[in-house]
């Protein structure tokens, strides 16, 4: 079964920078996507970035990255541990919320139908 865990959130200042990770396991085909998505309690989720994977190489991955993070977040793959990176950079209050990743064989383009999603991870950027 199909399985992500989500890790590195944490408190941090304005400007400074953190590095989440999402563990995927169970799948048994080396094509699909990651997604995350960040909410905040009485605010609508927000597909934050997304990477399509294509087995072991970088050739022909779709990336996607949210208007309000480009610039400062970096989406990344590493298919040998099965583990996407969300690098996130210069770091703003308006940031702060749990962060959730999620996997499936489906296109970045994709805004519904994601079913699979962890724990999430807490990210606190104070002023």
């Known amino acids: 079964e199909v399985h992500v865990v989500e890790s590195g959130g944490g408190l941090v200042q304005a400007g400074e920078s953190l590095r989440l990770s999402c563990k995927t396991s169970?799948?048994?085909?080396?094509?699909?996507?990651v997604a995350w998505f960040r909410q905040v309690p009485g605010k609508e989720r927000e597909r934050v970035s997304c990477?399509?994977?294509?087995?072991?190489?970088?050739?022909?991955?779709?990336?996607y990255y949210a208007d309000s993070v480009k610039g400062r977040f970096t989406i990344s793959s590493d298919n040998d541990r099965h583990v996407v990176y969300l690098q996130m950079d210069n770091l703003k209050p308006e940031d702060t919320a749990v962060y959730y990743c999620?996997?499936?064989?489906?296109?970045?383009?994709?805004?519904?139908?994601?079913?699979?999603w962890g724990q999430g991870t807490q990210v606190t950027v104070s002023s």
């Open positions: 999620t996997a499936d064989y489906l296109p970045c383009t994709v805004v519904l139908g994601w079913e699979k």
């Open positions: 169970g799948f048994t085909l080396d094509t699909y996507a």
């Open positions: 990477i399509r994977r294509h087995g072991d190489t970088r050739s022909g991955e779709t990336l």
